[in-house]
Nanobody, 124 residues
Framework: QVQLVESGGGLVQAGGSLRLSCAAS????????MGWFRQAPGKEREFVAA????????YYADSMKGRFTISRDSAKNAVYLQMNSLKPEDTAVYYC?????????????????WGQGTQVTVSS
């Protein structure tokens, strides 16, 4: 029903920036709370940022607050993650996520749809 496709990952030096994009395809008129998660090798999938269906409410994990910004363009069914001041610890596969009902997409168990992920590598 819903397909999420991430793009924008790559290799950057510490202190650099990247902007990730997520293109969502689904039924016309559908609205989803969206989020970003990441997973590094050997670690659990970790919440990064979330945005409400209206785009007026954002939420960030503490380690990302002040460095990352989530936004959405509802007309284009797109979600973005602007990542600044990147650190080697940010290296991970980043996943776009969508939640059909309820609140923000913050917990993995409440996510209904996942993208395939895009690799972000930050060198020191």
């Amino acid at each position: 029903q819903v397909q999420l496709v991430e793009s924008g990952g790559g290799l950057v030096q510490a202190g650099g920036s990247l902007r990730l994009s997520c293109a969502a395809s689904g039924p016309a008129g559908s609205s989803y709370a969206m989020g970003w998660f990441r997973q590094a090798p050997g670690k659990e999938r970790e919440f990064v940022a979330a945005i409400s269906r209206s785009g007026d409410n954002n939420y960030y994990a503490d380690s990302m607050k002040g460095r990352f910004t989530i936004s959405r363009d509802s007309a284009k069914n797109a979600v973005y993650l602007q990542m600044n001041s990147l650190k080697p610890e940010d290296t991970a596969v980043y996943y776009c996520a969508a939640r059909r009902f309820g609140g923000l997409a913050i917990r993995s168990k409440e996510v209904d749809y996942w993208g395939q992920g895009t690799q972000v590598t930050v060198s020191s």
